[in-house]
């Protein structure tokens, strides 16, 4: 094979490319509407979650959802130091603080005796992030309790766990006081860009509405009760995001049947570790494992066109943070942690192909 097998790719078809023309047939406005309200409502009905309300992009959501949540400029947020950057970002971007904790070997996920000895008298929340869909091992009743205990709010960054549910069957990102997805362009559902905030509590769905629309006291009015922000969605986006909704329960089962491929055909490769994923719960949403010799690995992979990707290294010692602390597992992450392709058109024959040129790689 000659071509190159990505790690993950925008996943659109000939119903999204219908869907926008067809809009754009009728002279739509093309700023949010009726197709947005459509959107929202079937990631709603999806999740269980009362409110859905979308926006354009997922860092902006996470920075509403702790906005609504009540969280100003100088408080602390307990963050994991393991997750993409936009996670601390979202909360610097309006002033407050982004605490960094390490998380589980085992999930990637905040450890919660780590972040129970975080908390400070300015701490006023913890962001949850439940890393490729997988949940903490303390689980998330763990994370309630310990929130209420110290009356912190619970916000769960879901950007990578649609479709995934925890064992009771409550989706990800319904069960603190609310949560955030993103459609961003390798996630299991794309919009190209753009996000979503759920939430089951009337106040913060009002205040999260009225802060992506210049802090507006109304729609279509001039009269505003508070300062808020142009983070509106477009029909267009709305128009590919209820298409990609109707293809989600497929895309679900066979991101399942991917990472299962995968454990099957590397059982025996003890230089590949997986993370634990309960698949009867949760999807994942790419193929992340702990290697032996990584850059080796990548560089034979690359010459036989099989593209990887470095995952997360840990955020407190990127340039754009550089702050103290020794987080073990983060920092291990950032010397192993490697993507394998996972997009979800990968055919069988391709998954083995992969998996061949890894097995072979060890064994020499």
Not at 211 to 222: A, V
Not at 288 to 299: A, F, I, K, S, Y
């Amino acid at each position: 094979m000659s071509e190159f097998i990505m790690q993950m790719r925008p996943w659109f078809g000939d119903e999204e490319k219908k869907a926008i023309s067809e809009y754009m047939d009728e002279d739509g406005f093309i700023t949010e509407f009726k197709r947005t309200e459509k959107f929202e409502q079937m990631i709603a009905e999806y999740t269980g979650a009362k409110h859905c309300i979308v926006v354009n992009n997922g860092t902006v959501s996470l920075t509403l959802a702790t906005m609504a949540a009540g969280i100003s400029a100088g408080d602390e947020v307990i963050v994991p130091n393991f997750t993409m950057i936009a996670t601390p970002n979202s909360v610097k971007m309006y002033g407050a603080e982004p605490i960094f904790v390490d998380v589980e070997r085992e999930t990637l996920c905040l450890d919660i005796d780590k972040v129970r000895a975080a908390i400070t008298p300015k701490t006023k929340a913890i962001m949850l992030v439940t890393a490729n869909g997988r949940y903490p091992k303390s689980g998330v009743e763990a994370f309630i309790a310990l929130a209420k205990e110290h009356n912190l709010k619970l916000i769960e960054d879901s950007a990578q766990s649609l479709g995934s549910f925890y064992p009771d069957g409550r989706h990800i990102g319904t069960v603190g006081d609310v949560g955030s997805f993103s459609f961003s362009a390798p996630k299991i559902i794309s919009t190209g860009q753009g996000g979503c905030i759920v939430t089951n509590d009337d106040a913060i769905a009002a205040r999260v509405r009225r802060l992506k629309d210049f802090g507006r006291s109304g729609g279509g009015n001039d009269i505003h009760s508070e300062i808020g922000f142009n983070f509106k969605f477009t029909e267009l986006q709305a128009c590919i995001g209820i298409e990609q909704m109707k293809k989600l329960a497929w895309r679900v089962e066979r991101k399942k049947e991917i990472l299962k491929r995968y454990q099957s055909n590397l059982k025996d490769v003890t230089a590949v570790r997986f993370f634990e994923q309960d698949l009867d719960s949760t999807t994942p949403w790419f193929i992340d494992v702990m290697v032996d010799r990584r850059e080796e690995l990548q560089d034979s992979l690359k010459a036989k066109g099989i593209g990887t990707r470095v995952m997360y290294p840990p955020i407190n010692k990127q340039e754009a943070y550089q702050l103290p602390g020794e987080h073990e597992v983060s920092n291990l992450v950032g010397e192993e942690g490697l993507w394998l392709p996972s997009a979800g058109q990968l055919t069988d024959k391709e998954i083995d192909r992969i998996c061949r040129a890894i097995i072979e790689f060890y064994d020499e």
